[in-house]
């Protein structure tokens, strides 16, 4: 099948979730349309066996000659018997593979006569046919495959359709996909979105990496952030040399976050080029940012051995060990204290129990799992379970109460509730803290997705708060908003986690 085959496939399926038309038109008066405008010296092409289909035996096959109209006739009708079918089993894969088959099959003369009869159709017909004829003239005529697309648009309100339509032209047609891309540049501006151009880019990155790095600039110069649109330049790549000559156009654009693509996929195909990449910059501010930046991305992707490499490099194990178990992702939690209970010569329990601390607002129920799995000291025990009982409360009131029912210390943990909630009484940070989260978050709304802005508010009212922004998704969004706000607790000594507060605009919970 041809690449644009199950593209379109997809398409119509989805229009035709939207329509389920009552009309039934007939499609036979296309042929003295398609006798006038082709010429003897232009025959049509041979009727293609591909499918077998099932006859209307009604029709009189001894009316028609064996010429051109008669096999154009009988291509109509048969599309005209599929399209009827359709309304009544639109889920039937062997009638649309049919008709995509009947369509593909069409000269451009017979293509325009279709076309001219489409205003003729009922809804669930005319959305049926434009998707396919779309496909069929990227192969014939990009140009008014375009021009058919915008003008028959099934989903006007979305700029995705003709974006598609758009990529699907540049595989067949790179030069006029270039001309595509670089339409609107002469209105680009810093409001101007490409994300919708990132399946664009992926086809003609894989064609001239070098001139869409080009073209990328050009955006840039109007004002256009460009780096959300890096990232499908940068999963259509599977080598290291591929992702080096990447990472190389990426670094002259002269802005280090433009590079988080590129090392993003890199640290997934091979850590070891990776890293020689970054340890042969000769700007030493610019090799500590990008190593940092490929740690945390590696810790994302593969926890284990990015904390295998980042214990051996380092001759301070418990400063190491600190940054790891900051680092750890919270959705390979039990992977981290398998990987602790391997380590020779530390004190396991300790980092445990800072591994356990960090997950408990993100997985309290994990940490309730495996409490047993860390020993704690008497003044620590009592912080500890009250931390774990506030983050379980916050989702379950009855989990939580069950939690507190089952602790030996369930006294102390009591007295310490009442000890904060008085202490809380006589504070007027609370207003504070709110006062000044808020004034950061209402900067944090002015950027796009994917963002996520997090924060770490103590029983006392001291906070810390990060945010990050313009992320690929929301999982490293989310990841690098807790990385910031995290540095910002541990330097205000606080003993509360940082939780997300919003993950794009939408508020996880109120201050």
């Not at 509730?417 to 978050?441: Q, W």
């Not at 003993?495 to 794009?504: F, H, K, L, P, V």
């Given at each position: 099948?041809?690449?644009?085959?199950?593209?379109?496939i997809?398409?119509?399926?989805?229009?035709?979730?939207?329509?389920?038309?009552?009309?039934?038109?007939s499609?036979?008066?296309?042929?003295?349309?398609?006798?006038?405008?082709?010429?003897?010296?232009?025959?049509?092409?041979?009727?293609?066996?591909?499918?077998?289909?099932?006859?209307?035996k009604?029709?009189?096959?001894?009316?028609?000659n064996?010429?051109?109209s008669?096999?154009?006739?009988?291509?109509?009708?048969?599309?005209d018997?599929?399209?009827?079918?359709?309304?009544t089993?639109?889920?039937?894969?062997?009638?649309?593979?049919?008709?995509?088959?009947?369509?593909?099959?069409?000269?451009?003369?017979?293509?325009?006569?279709?076309?001219?009869?489409?205003?003729?159709?009922?809804?669930?017909?005319?959305?049926?046919?434009?998707?396919?004829?779309?496909?069929?003239?990227?192969?014939?005529?990009?140009?008014?495959?375009?021009?058919?697309?915008?003008?028959?648009?099934?989903?006007?309100?979305?700029?995705?359709?003709?974006?598609?339509?758009?990529?699907?032209?540049?595989?067949?047609?790179?030069e006029?996909?270039?001309e595509?891309?670089?339409?609107?540049?002469?209105?680009?501006?810093?409001?101007?979105?490409?994300?919708?151009y990132?399946?664009?880019i992926?086809?003609?990155?894989?064609?001239?990496?070098?001139?869409?790095?080009?073209?990328?600039?050009?955006?840039?110069?109007?004002?256009?952030?460009i780096?959300?649109?890096?990232?499908?330049?940068?999963?259509?790549?599977?080598?290291?040399?591929?992702m080096s000559?990447?990472?190389?156009?990426?670094?002259?654009?002269?802005?280090?976050?433009?590079?988080?693509?590129?090392?993003?996929?890199?640290?997934?195909?091979?850590?070891?080029?990776?890293?020689?990449?970054?340890?042969?910059i000769?700007?030493?501010?610019?090799r500590?940012?990008?190593?940092?930046?490929?740690?945390?991305?590696?810790?994302?992707?593969?926890?284990?051995?990015?904390?295998?490499?980042l214990?051996?490099d380092?001759?301070?194990k418990?400063?190491?060990?600190?940054?790891?178990?900051?680092?750890?992702?919270?959705?390979?939690?039990?992977?981290?204290l398998?990987?602790?209970?391997?380590?020779?010569?530390?004190?396991?329990?300790?980092?445990?129990?800072?591994?356990?601390?960090?997950?408990?607002?993100?997985?309290?129920?994990?940490?309730?799992?495996?409490?047993?799995?860390?020993?704690?000291?008497?003044?620590?025990?009592?912080e500890?379970?009250?931390?774990?009982?506030?983050?379980?409360?916050?989702?379950?009131?009855?989990?939580?109460?069950?939690?507190?029912?089952?602790?030996?210390?369930?006294?102390?943990?009591?007295?310490?509730?009442?000890?904060?909630?008085?202490?809380?009484?006589?504070?007027?940070?609370?207003?504070?803290?709110?006062?000044?989260?808020?004034?950061?978050?209402?900067?944090y709304?002015?950027?796009?997705?994917?963002?996520?802005?997090?924060?770490?508010?103590?029983?006392?009212?001291?906070?810390?708060?990060?945010?990050?922004?313009?992320?690929?998704?929301q999982?490293?969004?989310?990841?690098a908003?807790?990385?910031v706000c995290?540095?910002?607790?541990?330097?205000?000594n606080?003993?509360?986690?940082?939780?997300?507060?919003?993950?794009?605009?939408?508020?996880?919970?109120?201050l």
């Amino acid at each position: 099948m041809k690449n644009t085959y199950w593209i379109l496939i997809i398409a119509v399926t989805f229009v035709l979730g939207f329509y389920l038309g009552q009309q039934k038109s007939s499609i036979g008066s296309l042929v003295t349309n398609v006798e006038n405008n082709t010429s003897s010296s232009q025959p049509m092409p041979p009727e293609k066996k591909t499918i077998e289909l099932t006859r209307n035996k009604t029709i009189n096959s001894q009316a028609h000659n064996d010429d051109g109209s008669s096999a154009t006739l009988d291509k109509f009708e048969q599309i005209d018997q599929l399209l009827q079918s359709l309304e009544t089993k639109p889920e039937d894969q062997k009638l649309l593979i049919a008709l995509y088959s009947h369509i593909n099959e069409l000269s451009l003369i017979e293509l325009e006569s279709v076309i001219q009869t489409l205003n003729d159709k009922n809804e669930t017909q005319r959305n049926m046919l434009v998707q396919l004829i779309v496909g069929r003239l990227i192969e014939l005529d990009p140009k008014k495959a375009l021009s058919f697309a915008q003008q028959y648009n099934p989903v006007p309100e979305s700029d995705y359709y003709l974006a598609m339509i758009k990529a699907t032209i540049a595989e067949q047609d790179p030069e006029y996909g270039f001309e595509l891309f670089l339409e609107d540049i002469h209105t680009a501006n810093s409001e101007t979105e490409l994300t919708s151009y990132s399946t664009l880019i992926g086809v003609l990155a894989k064609h001239d990496l070098n001139r869409l790095m080009d073209s990328l600039l050009q955006y840039k110069k109007q004002g256009v952030d460009i780096s959300g649109s890096l990232w499908s330049i940068s999963s259509d790549l599977k080598s290291s040399d591929k992702m080096s000559n990447l990472f190389d156009q990426l670094k002259q654009l002269d802005d280090l976050n433009l590079l988080d693509s590129a090392i993003y996929k890199w640290i997934e195909i091979s850590a070891d080029d990776l890293f020689n990449k970054l340890n042969d910059i000769d700007d030493a501010h610019e090799r500590k940012v990008l190593i940092e930046k490929a740690q945390r991305y590696w810790f994302i992707k593969d926890p284990e051995n990015a904390a295998d490499s980042l214990l051996l490099d380092e001759e301070n194990k418990n400063e190491a060990l600190n940054d790891i178990v900051q680092s750890w992702p919270s959705d390979k939690a039990e992977q981290g204290l398998i990987w602790l209970s391997r380590q020779e010569g530390i004190d396991v329990n300790r980092f445990k129990v800072e591994l356990l601390d960090g997950f408990i607002y993100s997985r309290p129920e994990f940490v309730q799992a495996h409490i047993g799995d860390i020993e704690l000291d008497k003044d620590d025990q009592a912080e500890f379970h009250l931390k774990l009982y506030l983050q379980l409360k916050d989702r379950s009131a009855n989990k939580a109460e069950q939690f507190l029912d089952g602790l030996s210390n369930k006294n102390d943990v009591i007295a310490l509730i009442e000890e904060k909630a008085e202490k809380s009484k006589e504070s007027t940070l609370v207003i504070n803290y709110r006062d000044a989260i808020n004034k950061a978050f209402s900067n944090y709304y002015n950027y796009k997705e994917s963002k996520a802005f997090a924060v770490a508010i103590d029983s006392d009212g001291n906070f810390a708060w990060g945010q990050n922004v313009n992320r690929a998704n929301q999982s490293i969004a989310n990841q690098a908003a807790l990385e910031v706000c995290e540095k910002y607790r541990r330097q205000e000594n606080l003993t509360s986690a940082c939780r997300i507060y919003a993950e794009g605009d939408v508020l996880m919970f109120d201050l």
